[in-house]
């Protein structure tokens, strides 16, 4: 007796193109995402007595010890801005960005144990690690909205149009996260020496990007290579928007736009062609 023909619903391959991304069938797993972002929103709370206040606490602390160290030992310039408010701005968006990339950039790693049981599109987790981070640095943004409003009020900031552009900066910044991130995660299945010099190496590019001083104030040949920052045109431009301070053109903005989405999609095909093989090496 012939038993019946099993009819398959959804077959999984390895086998697919490089430039097959599958993005389609990423958002249908757009539940999963959502899982991993409460899971890793609620377990960063878990066993904590000041839950979310964490969030207010970190920004703070920074920011006071920026003023001390930069402010008032260095005597870094603010380009007129009010100095709290200028380094809670950078603090503030440094921190979504380091926070995503270092999250991101162990995605193999730190997930090898579920992706070697259960297949799902594997990069809905890093996806979800920067929306996760999102939610984080809405809280602390809310920080940074409330010292402003009082400035703001003293007549001391004049923000301008550029404002508008806040969720675009936003957006890139954690694209940059998840495209720099992915290259690291893929690059670490094989050399897990990167993972260990990533913290360093993120620690060295902050005093790169303009999160303690203005591009103003550094010297002609340097400004022109911190144009080359993908960060640079971010940084200054939020700072610009909502300070109305600093040295902000379009250009700029374009430079670090471009250079993102080149990264990202980097970062995407070396993931996507990682994931295929990383069990073996991991």
Sequence with gaps: MNEPQQKWTETIEADHSLLDIQLKEVWRYKDLIYMFVKRDFISSFKQTILGPIWFFINPILTTIVYLVVFGAIAKLPTDGAPPILFYLAGVT???YFSASLLATSSTFLGNSAIFGKVYFPRLVTPISIVISNLMRFSVQFLLFILAWAYYLSQGKVQPNI?????????????????????????????????????????????????????????????????????????????KYAWLGVGDFSPLMLGISTVLILILLLVGILIFNKVEKTFMDTV
């Design 162 to 238: 550029w404002i508008l552009a806040t969720p675009v900066l936003i957006i890139l910044m954690a694209f940059f996260a998840l495209g720099v991130g992915m290259i690291f995660s893929a690059l670490t299945t094989k050399y897990k020496d990167l993972s260990m010099l990533l913290g360093f190496g993120i620690s060295l590019y902050m005093y790169a990007t303009p999160v303690i001083y203005p591009v103003s104030s550094l010297p002609a040949g340097f400004k022109k290579l911190a144009y080359y920052n993908p960060l640079t045109g971010i940084f200054e431009c939020f």
């Design 93 to 95: 968006l440094w921190n």
